[in-house]
């Protein structure tokens, strides 16, 4: 049996190294992120937005097919809900929804939703059935 030849290499053993290049690129990024641009103590960095006076998190299952899902209301106005939502879904690795001024996740995560949004800049989180 013949011994292949690896062609990119030219037979020699560790003549094109992709890791040691990636070691030179590691070290660059490094120095650059020795310089930071925008420090965590400026007030728009550390602010953390209001959402509300009293989130309501409960959970239905009227309407949906029988399947359960765990509903958000009571943001106030200003709330960015989009990007809320999109936060909330990646967080808790559901998928989710708006509808109208309340946030929609799938699946029964009443409890985890409630931390994630103490945790977000909620004031008070009242838990519902």
Known sequence: MKKRQNRSQGGKAGANNPFAELAALKGQL???QDHD??????PEASAVPFLGPKLVVRRERAGR???TV?????FSADTDLDTLCTSLRKALGTGGQ???ETVVL?????????????RNGARKVVLGN
């Open 30 to 32: 490094e120095s650059t």
């Open 37 to 42: 641009v925008g420090s965590a103590d400026t």
């Open 65 to 67: 097919g029988g399947k």
């Open 70 to 74: 765990t509903v958000i209301t009571g």
């Open 98 to 100: 708006l509808e109208g």
């Open 106 to 118: 799938h699946g029964d995560i009443g409890q985890r939703a409630a931390d994630w949004l103490s």
